[in-house]
């Protein structure tokens, strides 16, 4: 039996938890759903289809400051701030980033290998 022309099963969706949220990453895209307390401090949850992201970055969490993994689409500012007048340009704020902890370190960066792989694979001509 011929296994080449078999069509790949899809993988089933990975899940990541950060600070006030999970990222659900699918084959087409990533799914960020706030808890309850983050949408009452009026973050949004967000899909973001990897059609549409530029280039995914993060910055890994230290003692003092969380870290972050960022989808950054054309609508996104270049670089995310602290602060800002408008809160979509925080890396808070954003609703397409996701913040991690320092007892979360591990888990923001295999996200932020397992979110570069999957674009990369769905975009094949992108590069970093």
């Known amino acids: 039996m011929n296994?080449?022309?078999?069509p790949r099963p899809e993988s089933a969706p990975q899940t990541f938890k950060g600070y006030s949220a999970v990222?659900?990453?699918h084959a087409d895209r990533v799914e960020i759903r706030r808890n309850r307390i983050a949408k009452l401090a009026g973050h949004k949850d967000s899909i973001t289809y990897f059609a549409n992201i530029l280039k995914p970055h993060g910055k890994p969490p230290n003692r003092l400051v969380n870290g972050y993994v960022h989808l950054a689409t054309e609508s996104d500012p270049p670089h995310l701030r602290t602060a800002a007048r408008e809160v979509s340009k925080t890396w808070i704020g954003?609703?397409?980033?996701?913040?991690f902890t320092w007892n979360q370190r591990?888990?923001?960066?295999k996200f932020l290998a397992a979110v570069l792989t999957a674009w990369r694979q769905a975009s094949p001509g992108r590069e970093e």
Not at 3 to 6: A, E, F, G, I, N
């Open 3 to 6: 296994l080449s022309k078999m």
């Open 23 to 25: 990222a659900t990453l």
């Open 94 to 99: 954003n609703e397409r980033s996701i913040l």
């Open 106 to 109: 591990d888990i923001q960066v």
